[in-house]
Structure formats: structure tokens, C-alpha cells
């Protein structure tokens, strides 16, 4: 079965640096997710992209946010520079295709820590 | 706001009981309801969704209902077992033209099964 899949599974970084998470989601789907998850919290969302454009972006989703899909299978977040506040596990989701299209399936997750 | 409450936050119960999780969501546009289950460090895995259309759905040990009246859904879990002890997230969509949608998440309920 396809998964969603999200590289680096943990990455390191110091406050103020710039970082980029991965994912690729699954091939036919249309709409791509990201959700950030802080450590003991709930599954906030952050943006939706569809068309090759943001669809709907949450509060938390500020400038120092952007999300891409530079080709036709890698959809990416940028966190242009890192707070203290931005560590957390940080979601991937794709849905739009098949038989469920409504549901997400989720990557599993990118652990940011931000020294 | 959008918002989505859940109890309890945590529940233990033993191997071989039933656990209920309740969930009440605020947007009245929400029409699809997914629960997941997050075990420690892993991805939000979907294990049953109901739609706004249909009342109750089962598969095997896992129940949803849904009162879309009353803005309440909930999952039942018979015949516990240990596997089952995990994280367990509840969601509502909010759903949008373009035909994608935005999952709001409950706070989760931690259940753990004692053998």
C-alpha cells in the first residue's frame, strides 16, 4: 500500500537557522498537508496546497513559514529561521485520491529541534 | 471558532473491556469524522472515519456513532487488548470548495489495556 513518506525523520538545528523538511506524498493524490504535533499536544494544522498553491494556512502558518512542491512528486516546508518554539514533530499529510478521497494519510513526521 | 473537544484524556480499562472516546465538534460544515491511533513516536494511522450521512459504522472491534444534532461522535472499542493501548485522536474536517479539507484535531485520549 502507498504511504506518505518524510525525510529527515529528526532534524537538529540552531535558533535562527533556516531548514527544510521533505515529503513525498502519495502519487495520486491532489492535496498536500502540513500539521506540526508539539511534544504531549494535539495535531495542529498548518497549511493545505493544492494547484500549486496555498489553499488555506492556519495562524501558525506566519512568514517565516513557505511551503513548495518543486517537482512532480517532492512537496517541501521552509522554515526560513528557527525559534525555540517551532520544535515539534511536524506532519506531512496527502489526500485527494482513490476510493477515500476526503481521507489523509499521514507521513511519519519529521522530529524539529531547535537548540 | 473551529474547535473539536475530547474525553477523557486519558482512560484505563482491562484487557477484555470496552473503552468509549467522545468527541463534540463546533463547525456545523464538518461531514467527515476520521479517529486515529498514534502509537509513541509513530504517524497518525486511520482506523475508522463515519461520514456526516451515516449514523454508525463498525468494523470488527472498533464502533463509531455519530449525532449530528447534537454535534457528538464517539468511538467504541470492545474486547480490548493490549495492542490497542495507545494515543488516540479524534477529528473533524472542515471542507472547502476546491474539495480538499482541513482536519481539526481533539486533544487526544491516551487509553491503556492492562493485561
Known amino acids: ?115 | 471558532g473551529e474547535n473539536v473537544e475530547q474525553h477523557p484524556s486519558t482512560l484505563s480499562v482491562q484487557e477484555g473491556d470496552s473503552a468509549v472516546i467522545k468527541c463534540t465538534y463546533s463547525d456545523s460544515a464538518s461531514n467527515y469524522f476520521p479517529w486515529y491511533k498514534q502509537e509513541l513516536g509513530k504517524r497518525p494511522q486511520l482506523i475508522i472515519d463515519i461520514r456526516s450521512n451515516v449514523g454508525e459504522k463498525k468494523d470488527q472491534r472498533i464502533a463509531v456513532t455519530l449525532n449530528k444534532t447534537a454535534k457528538h461522535f464517539s468511538l467504541h472499542i470492545t474486547e480490548t487488548q493490549p495492542e490497542d493501548s495507545a494515543v488516540y485522536f479524534c477529528a473533524a474536517t472542515i471542507p472547502f470548495s476546491g474539495g480538499y479539507n482541513k482536519l481539526i484535531f481533539g486533544a487526544g485520549t491516551r487509553l491503556a489495556v492492562h493485561p
Not at chain 1, 494544522?45 to 506566519?62: G, P, Q, T
Not at chain 1, 518543486?70 to 515539534?88: C, H, M, Q, V, Y
Request: net charge negative; charged share 20%.
Open chain 1, 1 to 115: 500500500e502507498p504511504e506518505v513518506t518524510q525525510t529527515p525523520s529528526h532534524q537538529v538545528t540552531q535558533m535562527g537557522q533556516e531548514v527544510i523538511l521533505r515529503c513525498v506524498p502519495i502519487s495520486n493524490h491532489l492535496y498536500f498537508y502540513w500539521y506540526r504535533q508539539i511534544l504531549g499536544q494535539k495535531v495542529e494544522f498548518l497549511v493545505s496546497f493544492y494547484n500549486n498553491e496555498i489553499s488555506e494556512k492556519s495562524e501558525i502558518f506566519d512568514d517565516q513559514f513557505s511551503v513548495e512542491r518543486p517537482d512532480g512528486s517532492n512537496f517541501t516546508l521552509k522554515i526560513r529561521s528557527t525559534k525555540l518554539e517551532d520544535s515539534a514533530m511536524y506532519f506531512c499529510a496527502s489526500s485527494g485520491g482513490g476510493e477515500r478521497p476526503d481521507t489523509q494519510y499521514f507521513g511519519p513526521g519529521t522530529r524539529l529541534t531547535v537548540l
